[in-house]
């Protein structure tokens, strides 16, 4: 039972002690509240004990784990993995130019020339000459003014959307643009909303809604080859969008340069557009080119203004000459051999049309080296990735939450080095492989595997990878 106090009929003295009791249940309450270890201890985190729940289930059911696979030599059509030989269709290496004896060699040249570093910021005391013949040489084969290279991909985007943008702008997005695009977004502040996948006729309604004058900037983003389902957009209509409505356009070509277009050029050369049609042209130099990094090129202003102020750029080493030599060199050979990309277009829509033929599901994949095969399960997913690694062939898994359920894959990427007897060999296997487990009649949503309950270890592996996926990352940089 609580009883009320009349502070009028306290004396002084009587108000001054019970102010001090107050202070001192105050205190004794505050010393009494313990903080949990999981707010302070990393091995305490409820996201790192998942993570071990998971590895001691693979342990325990002696699942071979899909992910951080250790390959022991060139990542190319062919790899090794526990002294295995492999086809490979894990590799970005889309133009077999990582391993390139020239490009190695370019790399070695450096290094005996500038070091493995440059020590510094290139804004201090970080500038070579192999970065600036780079960025002039990437400058050249895209059609625009000027290029800034980057350390890293990812970190291309972050700092170049979160440095040129802030809260009185839009940015528009992609449904599927890549994460480093998003978390550019979320660092710049400003208004972001996404449009239905590759859908120009939506974007143009939401411009429409939005009413340009409420926005300083407004920011289209889009990529020229989406990992996930190996399809474009139609960009001539995204460049009429953006000079109808005064926005800026920006397409990260990751997955694009070196792999579209008849010389390798990218989505832009696939067009025949107007290069200077697009703002920012952003690209990594770790998949077509060999090497590793990223670029951001466009009209020298452009590049100007983000070499003096872009914290990515200013507050970071510079690449290492190394990189920038095998990335030179990559170039510089691609442009004295293009055959590497026709080879490349010639072996994706083999295996395309192939595949295609055994009745598989390839989603909405255009042709390019990127072919997913839709198995709708990520439990069947796992297991054909893993029977596919029995008989010898190297391909991954992309499951929930990545992407939806009824959308876990495998996805293949195509090299110009494939040969025809590698793919028409794999589609063989894949579909044999997929005709067993589909035998089976299993079915999995993402919250409850429903298994044959006669067979524990599908229970079991059921489980690990339900609870992996919530933690799987799918798409790198």
């Known amino acids: 039972m609580t009883t009320s106090i009349d502070l009028q009929e306290l004396s002084e003295s009587q108000k001054r002690l019970l102010l001090a009791k107050i202070l001192k249940q105050k205190l004794q309450t505050q010393e009494n509240k313990i903080i949990p270890e999981a707010c302070y201890r990393f091995d305490r985190f409820p996201e790192y004990q998942e993570i071990k729940k998971i590895r001691e289930q693979l342990e325990a059911n002696s699942t071979i784990n899909p992910y951080f696979t250790i390959h022991e030599g060139i990542n190319n059509n062919k790899t090794l993995v526990r002294g295995r030989e ?3 269709y894990s590799s970005y290496n889309y133009l077999g130019l990582s391993g390139e004896a020239k490009v190695s060699q370019a790399a070695k040249d450096a290094i005996d020339r500038y070091g493995t570093s440059v020590s510094g910021s290139r804004i201090a005391s970080g500038e070579r000459p192999i970065n600036l013949e780079l960025e002039r040489t990437i400058a050249d084969w895209l059609g625009v003014e000027d290029s800034i290279t980057f350390v890293n991909g990812h970190a291309t985007n972050v700092t170049t959307i979160g440095h040129l943008f802030g809260p009185e702008d839009l940015i528009l997005n992609d449904e599927f643009i890549h994460n480093s695009a998003i978390q550019g977004a979320i660092l710049s502040g400003a208004r972001r909303l996404s449009f ?11 411009l429409d809604k939005q009413q340009r004058h409420n926005y300083r900037r407004v920011l289209i983003l889009i990529e020229g080859v989406y990992s996930q389902d190996g399809d474009f957009p139609n960009l001539p209509k995204f460049i009429e969008l953006k000079k109808r409505h005064k926005a800026l356009l920006m397409i990260d070509e990751a997955h694009s340069m070196g792999t579209m277009g008849n010389h390798g ?4 050369e696939h067009f025949g557009i107007n290069p200077a049609d697009v703002d920012l042209w952003m690209g990594t130099l770790s998949k077509g080119l060999g090497s590793c990094g990223g670029y951001i090129a466009g009209c020298k202003a452009l590049i100007e203004f983000l070499k003096y102020t872009v914290p990515g750029f200013i507050f970071s080493n510079g690449i290492s000459p190394a990189l920038s030599a095998a990335a030179l060199a990559s170039l510089q ?3 004295a051999e293009p055959d590497r990309v026709n080879r490349l277009h010639r072996q994706a829509k083999r295996f395309l049309k192939s595949v295609k033929s055994h009745g598989l599901n390839t989603g909405v994949s255009q042709n390019t080296p990127i072919v997913p095969v839709i198995i709708g399960s990520s439990l069947a997913s796992a297991r054909l990735s893993g029977a596919l690694f029995e008989r010898g062939i190297n391909v991954q898994p992309m499951i929930y939450p990545a992407v939806a359920e009824d959308a876990a894959r495998l996805r293949f990427f195509l090299s110009c080095k494939h040969t025809d007897e590698e793919i028409d060999y794999t589609v063989k296997v894949l579909a044999e492989e ?3 487990i589909e035998s089976e009649k ?5 919250n409850k595997a429903v298994v044959p309950q006669k067979d524990a270890k599908l229970q079991n592996e059921s489980n690990w990878v339900r609870n992996f ?6 798409q790198e940089r």
């Open 434 to 436: 997929l005709a067993k």
């Open 333 to 335: 050979i691609l442009q």
């Open 265 to 268: 050029r990218g989505i832009g």
């Open 86 to 88: 492999l086809i490979n």
């Open 469 to 474: 996926a919530v933690e799987y990352v799918a």
């Open 196 to 206: 239905p996948h590759n859908n120009w006729q939506a974007l143009a309604r939401i």
């Open 442 to 446: 299993q079915t999995v949503v993402p």
